[in-house]
Antibody
Framework: EVQLVESGGGLVQPGGSLRLSCAASGFTVNSNYMSWVRQAPGKGLEWVSVIYSGGSTHYADSAKGRFTISRDNSKNTLYLQMNSLRAEDTAVYYC???????????WGQGTLVTVSS | DIQMTQSPSTLSASVGDRVTITCRASQSISSWLAWYQQKPGKAPDLLIYKASSLENGVPSRFSGSGSGTEFTLTISSLQPDDFATYYCQQYNTYYTFGQGTKLEIK
């Protein structure tokens, strides 16, 4: 059974940094496309970043230059390093596997990031 | 960037009703469209991919159609468990979600 478990969320001041983790079981992260999707309180879903099985990455404009997606194959874990955080980055962050690089078939439970002074 | 627009934003319906949600893309996305259901406090669940293919385990009362720029999600006979928020998502060029449609009990 595929399972994704996020961690690392919390309260951070504007301009601060946070690293989110997503531990996977039931499949290997480096054999799949993996992504981060976020949802601001009371709002819709927003795609943030993807890492392809080959290791290349892509980001939404809102994350470009501030966020870095990566993975540790030995730990079967996906990461999102978030720097220069802003109030508008406040959201629940979900990791998700991307079937055939196209749509999100398995999701974690989400981790809440709050950016506030 | 490809924009996705769903309508309506909110839909009130009763158990047993047939409901349709529409999703429009700002440019052609062929059939590269998925639909998700999300309940409060939970992660989204995949319902349909490639515009009309039903994900394993999803009830057959859910169906999707469309291609190009206009797509629909239809629930043939609403059940109590179906009251939730629904999102479309294009994967023709990276990934974009619609703004969501909240399906409420009338």
């Amino acid at each position: 059974e595929v399972q994704l478990v996020e961690s690392g969320g919390g309260l951070v001041q504007p301009g601060g940094s946070l690293r989110l983790s997503c531990a996977a079981s039931g499949f290997t992260v480096n054999s799949n496309y993996m992504s981060w999707v976020r949802q601001a309180p009371g709002k819709g879903l927003e795609w943030v970043s993807v890492i392809y099985s080959g290791g290349s990455t892509h980001y939404a404009d809102s994350a470009k230059g501030r966020f870095t997606i990566s993975r540790d194959n030995s730990k079967n874990t996906l990461y999102l390093q978030m720097n220069s955080l802003r109030a508008e980055d406040t959201a629940v962050y979900y990791c998700a596997s991307v079937r055939e690089g196209n749509y999100f078939d398995h999701w974690g439970q989400g981790t809440l990031v709050t950016v506030s002074s | 960037d490809i924009q996705m627009t769903q309508s309506p934003s909110t839909l009130s319906a009763s158990v047993g009703d047939r409901v349709t949600i529409t999703c429009r893309a700002s440019q052609s996305i062929s059939s590269w469209l998925a639909w998700y259901q999300q309940k409060p406090g939970k992660a989204p669940d995949l319902l349909i991919y490639k515009a009309s293919s039903l994900e394993n385990g999803v009830p057959s009362r859910f169906s999707g159609s469309g291609s190009g720029t206009e797509f629909t999600l239809t629930i043939s006979s609403l059940q109590p468990d179906d009251f939730a928020t629904y999102y479309c998502q294009q994967y023709n060029t990276y990934y974009t979600f619609g703004q969501g449609t909240k399906l409420e009990i009338k």
